[in-house]
């Protein structure tokens, strides 16, 4: 994958970065399932400079009609700049009705 970055008005970057991942997605009964995806990537030239991403979703169905998912994500970038946190993430909760 190619990056291109502008860290601050007068800085940029142009990266190589391999994109790697891991997923799984599982049924665990006909009302509770799992989804989690995770991306690493490492500079090519730089391994020790990644960034980490996951984010995981919880499915609950309470019937036909009524579903509830909690997804929590995580971002982790190793490189120091200023005034960026390193690591960002959120929880999501999502109610859903179909008909």
Do not use: C, H
Not at 42 to 55: F, H, Q
Not at 60 to 71: A, E, T
Request: aromatic share 18%.
């Amino acid at each position: 994958m190619g990056e291109y970055e502008e860290l601050t008005a007068s800085a940029y970057t142009i990266d190589m970065l391999s994109t790697n991942y891991l997923s799984f997605d599982g049924q665990f009964s006909e009302n509770f399932g799992l989804n989690t995806i995770t991306y690493f990537q490492p500079k090519l030239s730089d391994i020790g400079n990644y960034r980490l991403s996951n984010e995981t979703t919880l499915r609950f169905r309470f019937n036909k009609f009524l579903s509830f998912k909690i997804i929590y994500a995580l971002t982790l970038d190793s490189r120091d700049i200023e005034g960026v946190r390193k690591t960002n993430y959120y929880i999501k909760n999502t109610l859903s009705f179909n008909f």
